[in-house]
C-alpha cells in the first residue's frame, strides 16, 4: 500500500470544503452549505498528503512539478468532479450474518421492537459472531471497507457490539484493526459492548452494565484497541443511568464517547451533553429544548437516514429544524444487519436530500468535514487542503448534485485513501 506521487488534474469541480473564514469549528447553518468549490482544478498529493490544490494551469506552471513529472502518477479527470473522502462516522460491520428472516418478517407488517421481542434483531446476530473465528470476522470487516471505499468512502468508524461477552468484543476490535491493516483507508475503532442486553444478563441489567465499565472498557482502553466508547441508550436497550455510567468509565480510561440515541423514543440529552460526546446519533426524537442546547456545543448530530429507510419508517428525522437552530450535523450509512445494510453514503445523501430536506451542498458537508468532526479528526480529514491527508472521492459527473440525484447507483470512478489510488469496479489498487 505505498503511496505515490498523485497529480489529479483538469478537475470540473473540485470541492475543497475550505470556508473563507478559516473556522476551526464544526459546519453549522449556513456554513453547512459552503463548499468552496474550483473549477478547471488541481490537487497534488504526495507522501499520503495533500501538498497543493489550485488551478490546472497553475499546477503545470510549478517549478517542482516540472522537474518531477515523470515520477508523479498523473490522472486527467476530464471534467469529474473530486471531493474529500466521504467520513462514514458510523457503522458496525463486525457481524457474520446477513438477517433475512428479520427483513421477510418486516415485509408482513412486524417493528423493529417486534422483531426483537421475538427472538431476532441484534441478539441474532450474537450467536454467529461468538462462535465466529477471529480471521472470519476480519475478513467481514474488510469486505465491508471494500464496499464502502468503491462508493467514496475513505474513513470509517467501525463499531463491535455483536459479540456481547468481553472476549466476543475483544475478539470484534481485533478483527476491526486486522482489517484496518490490510486496508489503506483509516479506521477509528469504536467499543460498543453497550449494544443490546445479552440474554444470559436479562433482568440483572446491572451485571452487565458493571462488566462493561470494569472489564470491557478498561481492556480496550489498555490495549488501544478503541477510541471511543458508545452506547445504545433508548427503550429496550440502556437506561440514561446506565448510558453514563458506562460512558464516565470510558472517560475514565482515557476513551472518547458517543452515543446513539433517540431512535425510538426521547432521551432528554443534558446528562449526555455534560459528557461531551463526539457525536450523538440517531436523533429522530429530540425536544426543541434539547436542539438549542446542541446549538451551544461542538458535538455532532450524526443522522442515519439507511436505517429509517430500511425499517420503512415514514418518519425521517427532523434535519432542518437542526441546521436552522445551529446545530452542526453529520450523516453516516449505520451499516450493520439488521437496519441498515448499505455501504453507500451517496444513497445516504440522496435520502437526506428527498426525506429529510437537507442541500446537495449540505449533504456533501455533513459527510464529510463534519463527519470528520464526529470522529475528532478534523485536523486530517473532511476537506481537501496541504497538509491534510491524501483522501478524496472522484465520481464520474460534472455537477456535484448528481451524486445524490443518480440514486442508488455508483458513480464512483475512484477513491484515493491516504494517498493510494483505488480503483471502484473491483480492479484494486492502481497507485
Ligand atoms: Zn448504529
Known sequence: MKSKALLLVNVGQLLTLRLQSDKAVPRRAKDLRELGILEDAAVLCLGGKIVSVGKTKDALRDPWLRKNRKRVLEIDCKGQVVLPGFVDSHTHPAFINARLVDFERRTAGATYEQIAEA????????????????????????????????????????????????????????????????????????????????????????????????????????????????????????????????????????????????????????????????????????SNEDISRLARQDTVVTFVPGANYFLGLTQYPSAREFIDAGVPVGLATDYNPGSSPTASMPFVMSLACTHMKMSPAEAVAAATINGAWALRLQDRKGSIEPGKDADLAVFDVED???????????????????????????????G
Open 119 to 286: 427472538g431476532g434483531g441484534i441478539r441474532s446476530s450474537v450467536e454467529p459472531v461468538r462462535k465466529a473465528g477471529k480471521a472470519l470476522l476480519a475478513e467481514k470487516v474488510l469486505d465491508g471497507l471494500h464496499e464502502m471505499a468503491e462508493q467514496g468512502t475513505t474513513t470509517v468508524e467501525a463499531k463491535s457490539g455483536y459479540g456481547l461477552t468481553v472476549d466476543s468484543e475483544v475478539k470484534s476490535l481485533e478483527a476491526i484493526r486486522e482489517a484496518a491493516s490490510r486496508r489503506p483507508g483509516t479506521v477509528v475503532a469504536t467499543l460498543l459492548g453497550a449494544h443490546v442486553i445479552p440474554k444470559e444478563f436479562q433482568g440483572r441489567s446491572q451485571k452487565y452494565v458493571e462488566s462493561v465499565c470494569t472489564e470491557m472498557v478498561p481492556q480496550a482502553a489498555r490495549r488501544k484497541l478503541a477510541q471511543f466508547v458508545d452506547v445504545f441508550c433508548d427503550r429496550g436497550a440502556f437506561s440514561l443511568e446506565e448510558t453514563r455510567k458506562i460512558l464516565e468509565a470510558a472517560a475514565q480510561n482515557g476513551l472518547s464517547v458517543r452515543a446513539h440515541v433517540g431512535q425510538l423514543s426521547e432521551t432528554p440529552l443534558e446528562t449526555l451533553l455534560a459528557l461531551r460526546p463526539a457525536s450523538l446519533d440517531h436523533m429522530d426524537h429530540v
Open 400 to 430: 456535484y448534485r448528481e451524486i445524490p440525484y443518480w440514486f442508488a447507483s455508483n458513480r464512483c470512478a475512484f477513491t484515493v485513501l491516504n494517498g493510494v489510488l483505488v480503483a471502484s469496479g473491483g480492479s484494486g489498487e492502481l
